[in-house]
């Protein structure tokens, strides 16, 4: 008996186990680098009393500065520690390596896997984003809260939207440094560009500091502005600051980030593609 062609039903389940393999892999790879993982929690947790007490003095000069009292900013500052690594803010995400495989010409082997080459590596980097949130995000948090009083949410709930808005930040993270891993089909050296994203998405990530304190028209835009959605949005959500509709608009923000950001890398990377083809990798 001949079979029929696969049923769309069927391909879909068949994919999704693939991707979800894919972003298991990408946790257990990065849970396998335990000295690198206490090394990080041990810098997060050092630099966030360092930024805490740099936030005392500031607060203490200018209380409710940005609408945050002592208590919502620091736990700003210790959201941040926990987010670094999640959103890759500094690199040591799926990017460099990415340009790597272009540079090498092993892209050729990626291209030519039945998959989708964008949620292929998207799937890898949350399964990433994901260990860097549990293995190295608690912890510094965790000491934070031992150390100084910080504001919690006062519904279970809210953890819940938080999660949902850290996964919606981790995609519009994951879309940006997709479009500038994919910058390496044309710069033979890619370090300047990689630089200037991380330290773009540092400054109007909030990382530095909460981008309700940037005064003026440079506010309005920070908060505008797809690095916005990688840690002002997911900390507004933890402190409960956006309720009601305003919770709704900001993931709607963060999910139309991640629908542009994807479009975007989409394009370009169907630009790559032929540019592959065309010289024969």
């Not at 980097?125 to 009083?149: K, Y």
């Not at 390496?184 to 998405?201: E, K, Q």
């Amino acid at each position: 008996m001949l079979r029929g062609h696969p049923r769309r039903g069927d391909l879909w389940r068949g994919h999704s186990r693939l991707y979800a393999a894919v972003a298991m892999g990408g946790f257990r790879r990065y849970a396998t680098y335990r000295v690198a993982t206490a090394a990080g929690v041990f810098t997060n947790t050092v630099f966030g009393f360092i930024v805490a007490y740099t936030y005392i003095a500031l607060w203490d000069q200018r209380p409710h500065l940005g609408g945050y009292d002592l208590s919502q900013a620091l736990t700003f500052v210790w959201l941040g520690q926990a987010l670094l690594a999640t959103m890759a803010l500094m690199g040591g995400g799926f990017q460099e390596e990415l340009q790597e495989r272009i540079r090498s010409g092993d892209i050729a082997i990626d291209l030519y896997r039945p998959v989708d080459l964008q949620l292929w590596w998207l799937a890898g980097d949350l399964g990433r984003a994901t260990f860097q949130l549990l293995g190295r995000g608690i912890m510094p948090m965790v000491f934070g809260a031992l150390a100084f009083e910080l504001t919690l949410p006062g519904s279970a709930l809210t953890w819940v939207w938080f999660v949902l808005s850290v996964v919606l930040g981790s995609c519009v993270g994951f879309a940006m440094h997709y479009l500038v891993g994919l910058t390496a089909f044309w710069l033979l050296d890619s370090s300047g560009i990689t630089l200037m994203s991380s330290l773009l998405g540092l400054f109007f990530s909030g990382m530095i500091l909460p981008l309700n304190v940037f005064p003026g028209a440079l506010g309005e835009v920070a908060r505008l502005l797809p690095w916005a959605a990688m840690l002002q949005v997911p900390a507004d959500v933890f402190l409960e600051e956006h309720r009601g509709l305003g919770l709704l608009r900001a993931l709607a923000f963060q999910a139309g980030w991640a629908v542009v950001l994807f479009a975007a890398g989409r394009a370009l990377q169907s630009v790559a593609t032929r540019r592959v083809v065309v010289q024969g990798g």
